[in-house]
């Protein structure tokens, strides 16, 4: 049987045969799926897993339930996109088809079009070859650890589903205006703010020119063409390399800021008129301490990887606000802000959670990149170089990820947090400081005497663990740190070798 739809041009066929289904138990995540394509997951694979997702969404919202499906710029994704679909439509649902996205946009369109769910074809920052679905049924939130444990559980048992239509298909145009129209909204910036904007040929390349040039900035457009290849580097924020292209051509064009977007757009990185990076965790403290004048005691959420800067605040404390620290991962903090009714989320690696009544709830590069121009443009006298003297200055690591496999990499986690836990119990000495408290909600966040902090917890979404330090002292405390984790690491026997290290 085929079914065609003439606004998208697709041609579903439900008389294929493919090889059996080969689906890695590893690609399910702590809140989405990453697998390798097509060896750790093929077009059988990726049906099966329509499948196990539209019964899940079913059982949960009821049968004929409707869903709203966006992909990403890569190759292979609207490839993709197509085998999941016929197994949502097996499974019964309305699949609502928006076409090319970045993350936010299908979040978006779940209120915008009251689906029941929502499914983006996305592996966002990973290196091309890598697939993922990030999937959610309540509104602005993804699902967690056990609604994708459920779905797993459903796809182990139906390997050999067969694969029918039994459900419908629409192509939804024009959601990318209504979307562009949403981040505007709220939003008022003076003209001409001189705006480097790089998206490393990743989808939010489609979306974030003309957003900056709608809200009246001068923009210097920097590897905005789309191209799945990934010619220059890849579309990650947090990325040494795509940063220190960003900061050459914010000094090359005498630019107020850089803002760099990863390969989904859900997540922003910024560079000062200078050129410097400014980590999105202190980014994330200038926005709040800026917001709080205008909404009094409000509810900051930040993650176990954010400067500890925070609670230290004057401006917060005046303001009456408070700061809750919460697990990594975009699913995890959106959980969180919602349920503490939190007014943001600030997330290191650059995930921005904007709330009512500024925002949906979720997180969005560009609408976080909107509320950083309003911010610089409350106060344009003011460079952001010099905005960013406010805050204390501290000695961070960029975001290290040792390879581990996905095997072993909780466990790994489990014997550093005992080890660690051994060492507070022994008073003994990290650099020329005790530690003082252990954090374990997500990982294992120890502090030391002087307030400075070491952080080692799994990679949700890599077959790596993720080490971040941020030193009160000097660049040469991060080093021991570091030293003291490393060490900890090589008596594992289990650790490979670091894609980011501490130059830079």
């Known amino acids: 049987m085929k079914i065609f739809d003439s606004q998208s041009g697709l041609s579903f066929d439900f008389n294929e045969k493919h090889e059996a289904a080969n689906i890695s138990p590893f690609g399910f995540r702590e809140y989405d799926a990453r697998w390798l394509y097509p060896d750790q997951i093929n077009k059988k694979g990726l049906e099966v897993f329509g499948y196990g997702l539209g019964q899940y969404i079913s059982d949960v919202k009821g049968s004929g339930s409707s869903i709203v499906v966006g992909h990403d710029y890569r190759s292979y994704s609207e490839e993709v996109k197509y085998h999941v679909v016929k197994g949502l439509l097996s499974s019964g649902l309305k699949a609502m088809d928006i076409g090319l996205s970045v993350s936010p946009m299908v979040y978006f369109s779940q209120h915008h079009l009251n689906a029941d769910s929502l499914a983006m074809i996305t592996a966002s920052h990973n290196e091309n070859g890598w697939t993922g679905i990030k999937c959610g049924i309540e509104k602005s939130l993804t699902f967690g650890p056990e609604e994708v444990k459920s779905i797993k559980k459903i796809v182990d048992n139906n390997h050999n589903t067969k694969i029918e239509n039994n459900g419908v298909y629409q192509f939804i145009p024009g959601v990318k205006d209504e979307y562009i129209d949403y981040l505007l ?47 220059n580097y890849n579309p990650n924020p947090e990325d040494l390399v795509m940063l220190k292209d960003l900061s050459e051509n914010v000094v090359k064009y005498n630019a107020d800021v850089g803002l760099a977007f990863d390969g989904d757009g859900d997540r922003l990185g910024v560079v000062d008129d200078k050129g410097e990076e400014i980590f999105s965790d202190k980014i994330g403290l200038l926005l709040s301490e800026f917001l709080s004048y205008d909404f009094p005691e409000s509810k900051f959420v930040i993650d176990v990887k954010s400067t500890g800067l925070y609670f230290e605040s004057s401006i917060l404390k005046k303001n009456n606000c408070t700061v809750d620290m919460w697990k990594t991962g975009h699913s995890h903090m959106k959980r969180r802000v919602k349920e503490i009714g939190a007014l943001c989320g600030f997330e290191k690696s650059g995930h921005f959670f904007i709330n009512d009544p500024l925002g949906l709830g979720f997180d969005d590069g560009l609408k976080s990149a909107c509320l950083m121009l309003q911010y610089l443009s409350n ?36 014997s550093i947090i005992k080890k660690i836990i051994e060492s507070k119990e022994k008073s003994e000495q990290v650099g020329n400081q005790t530690i003082k408290k252990i954090i374990t909600i997500n990982g294992i966040r120890f502090e030391l005497s002087n307030g400075s902090w070491g952080l080692v917890r799994a990679s949700s979404n890599k077959p790596s663990l993720v080490i971040v330090i941020e030193s009160y002292e000097s660049n040469n405390e991060v080093e021991l740190i570091f030293n003291y984790i490393n060490e900890l690491l090589d008596q594992t026997g289990k650790v490979g070798e670091y894609d980011q290290t501490l130059t830079g």
């Open 185 to 231: 909204s709220n939003i008022k910036i003076k003209k001409g703010i001189k705006v480097v904007v790089a998206c490393g040929n990743g989808t939010a390349g489609a979306f974030a020119p003309e957003l900056l040039k709608r809200l009246g900035c001068d923009v210097i457009e920097l590897h905005c063409d789309l191209d799945f290849k990934f010619p």
């Open 379 to 414: 106060d344009l006298t003011t460079k952001l170089s010099n905005k960013k003297l406010e805050i204390k200055k501290t000695f961070q690591s960029p975001t290290m990820a040792p390879y581990c496999e996905d095997s072993e990499k909780y466990q790994v986690v489990d």
